[in-house]
């Protein structure tokens, strides 16, 4: 049985792994995921928890019979392409990790606990991240989830199948979101805050709102060497410059902007490209800020694509509004994961979680555990066994004191 975070990382952290860069390749209903899920039932089976699947795929590893009021924490599994060992896992692990040490200090919950895995939060196979908390509080209908396609074409709702799970129930779920007195979620801080501070622990205060836009440009495929330029339309350019523009307007928006993700037809160096289709990922500290950028984007997009004889269009994919988590709670779990009588610093966040989700139907708090490289959605992303430790220590104190009258 493994019951010490050591030893659940060590059943983990090979699964879904590129040997040769160092990167994870989790995506959900792939066989990497396949393993990882099988990985936590197995876990969590082997501490003594009641695995179940929810209607949209999330896995629930309870301590105590489901009902009112439920102490959850839990991550996902999922990755980005080539992403790190910790976003995600780190807190699904350091959940069950948590729950064996309340065990071995003999605390006995007067609420149950549950550590949660959701499916898709990266929206790295599908588009739409955090899709499965999404699903689960009704803040994307079922309709769209189950018609979502990955690169291939395949729907979320086939893909499910594919993996043996039944797609036709997906969508809200009240009943089990009003089991959930609280949800905390341990995750891997994904900027230099705490490295900064010093401090191995932090507290989430706000999710900067963000959101992807799908953009698509197209031209006429023609021959490279043969074509004037004068006789092109060439979708490429307009592109090139709205990814310049984005740039530009985060800049002037204390914003942040990224394309990091492009197709290109037929995608041969010798023909005029036919259509590109690009992915603006946008973030700022406020709504307006990031209204601003995405309009002028827009603008710069449709004046480029104008320019060159192409058509453009862009759709909103997905949309996370700002969030602010609640003080109340999140002052008590500070106080709880302080040290030296100090609490522990409460930091914004560009990142996107499913307690961001979550956090409008439930009361909702996250931990963060230093990051040194200060790197993340890349193998660099990294946590000192001492603070993985600190991490899982805090979370263990935070249960304690929530599941605990
Ligand atoms: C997910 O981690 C995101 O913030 O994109
Ligand atoms: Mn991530
Ligand atoms: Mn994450
Ligand atoms: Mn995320």
Request: charged share 20%; hydrophobic share 45%; aromatic share 6%.
């Given at each position: 049985?493994?019951?010490?975070?050591?030893?659940?990382?060590?059943?983990?952290?090979?699964?879904?792994?590129?040997?040769?860069?160092?990167?994870?390749?989790?995506?959900?209903?792939?066989?990497?995921?396949?393993?990882?899920?099988?990985?936590?039932?197995?876990?969590?089976?082997?501490?003594?928890?009641?695995?179940?699947?929810?209607?949209?795929?999330?896995?629930?590893?309870?301590?105590?019979?489901?009902?009112?009021?439920?102490?959850?924490?839990?991550s996902?599994?999922?990755?980005?392409?080539?992403?790190?060992?910790?976003?995600?896992?780190?807190g699904?692990?350091?959940?069950?990790?948590?729950?064996?040490?309340?065990?071995?200090?003999?605390?006995?919950?007067?609420?149950?606990?549950?550590?949660?895995?959701?499916?898709?939060?990266?929206?790295?196979?599908?588009?739409?991240?955090?899709?499965?908390?999404?699903?689960?509080?009704?803040?994307?209908?079922?309709?769209?989830?189950?018609?979502?396609?990955?690169?291939?074409?395949?729907?979320?709702?086939?893909?499910?199948?594919?993996?043996?799970?039944?797609?036709?129930?997906?969508?809200?779920?009240?009943?089990?979101?009003?089991?959930?007195?609280?949800?905390v979620e341990l995750h891997?801080?994904?900027?230099?805050?705490?490295?900064?501070?010093?401090?191995?622990?932090?507290?989430?205060?706000?999710?900067?709102?963000?959101?992807?836009?799908?953009?698509?440009?197209?031209?006429?495929?023609?021959?490279?060497?043969?074509?004037?330029?004068?006789?092109?339309?060439?979708?490429?350019?307009?592109?090139?410059?709205?990814?310049?523009?984005?740039?530009?307007?985060?800049?002037?928006?204390?914003?942040?902007?990224?394309?990091?993700?492009?197709?290109?037809?037929?995608?041969?160096?010798?023909?005029?490209?036919?259509?590109?289709?690009?992915?603006?990922?946008?973030?700022?500290?406020?709504?307006?800020?990031?209204?601003?950028?995405?309009?002028?984007?827009?603008?710069?997009?449709?004046?480029?694509?104008?320019?060159?004889?192409?058509?453009?269009?862009?759709?909103?994919?997905?949309?996370?509004?700002?969030?602010?988590?609640?003080?109340?709670?999140?002052?008590?779990?500070?106080?709880?994961?302080?040290?030296?009588?100090?609490?522990?610093?409460?930091?914004?966040?560009?990142?996107?979680h499913?307690a961001?989700?979550?956090?409008?139907?439930?009361?909702?708090?996250m931990?963060?555990?230093?990051?040194?490289?200060?790197?993340?959605?890349?193998?660099?992303?990294?946590?000192?066994?001492?603070?993985?430790?600190?991490?899982?220590?805090?979370?263990?104190?935070?249960?304690?004191?929530?599941?605990?009258?």
């Amino acid at each position: 049985m493994s019951e010490t975070f050591d030893d659940l990382w060590a059943g983990l952290a090979p699964l879904g792994r590129d040997r040769a860069g160092g990167g994870y390749r989790r995506f959900s209903w792939t066989p990497a995921d396949r393993d990882v899920r099988a990985w936590f039932t197995d876990a969590a089976s082997g501490l003594g928890l009641d695995v179940r699947t929810d209607r949209n795929g999330n896995l629930w590893a309870w301590w105590g019979e489901p009902g009112p009021g439920a102490i959850v924490t839990g991550s996902h599994l999922d990755s980005v392409p080539d992403g790190g060992a910790f976003d995600g896992p780190l807190g699904v692990a350091g959940g069950l990790a948590a729950v064996a040490g309340l065990r071995r200090r003999g605390v006995v919950p007067d609420r149950p606990i549950a550590v949660t895995v959701f499916v898709e939060e990266e929206g790295a196979r599908f588009g739409v991240p955090c899709l499965g908390s999404r699903l689960l509080t009704g803040a994307i209908t079922a309709h769209r989830a189950a018609g979502l396609t990955d690169a291939d074409g395949v729907t979320w709702s086939a893909a499910m199948q594919e993996a043996g799970l039944d797609p036709s129930g997906i969508g809200p779920d009240p009943d089990l979101v009003a089991h959930i007195g609280a949800f905390v979620e341990l995750h891997i801080e994904q900027g230099r805050g705490l490295a900064d501070s010093g401090s191995p622990v932090g507290v989430a205060g706000s999710v900067w709102p963000h959101g992807r836009w799908r953009m698509d440009f197209s031209g006429r495929a023609d021959h490279a060497g043969t074509t004037r330029l004068a006789d092109r339309n060439d979708p490429m350019l307009p592109f090139a410059a709205t990814v310049l523009a984005a740039r530009s307007a985060a800049e002037e928006n204390g914003a942040v902007a990224t394309v990091g993700k492009v197709r290109v037809w037929p995608n041969g160096s010798n023909a005029i490209p036919s259509r590109v289709r690009a992915w603006l990922d946008a973030r700022a500290p406020d709504e307006a800020a990031l209204r601003a950028v995405t309009d002028a984007v827009d603008a710069a997009a449709r004046t480029a694509a104008s320019e060159h004889g192409v058509f453009h269009a862009t759709y909103q994919e997905s949309y996370s509004p700002v969030v602010e988590f609640r003080t109340g709670l999140r002052d008590r779990i500070a106080a709880l994961a302080g040290h030296d009588g100090a609490p522990a610093p409460v930091l914004p966040t560009g990142a996107g979680h499913d307690a961001g989700v979550l956090s409008a139907v439930v009361p909702t708090a996250m931990l963060f555990v230093r990051n040194p490289t200060g790197i993340s959605h890349a193998p660099q992303e990294h946590a000192e066994v001492a603070d993985r430790h600190h991490g899982v220590a805090a979370l263990t104190d935070v249960l304690a004191d929530l599941a605990c009258d």
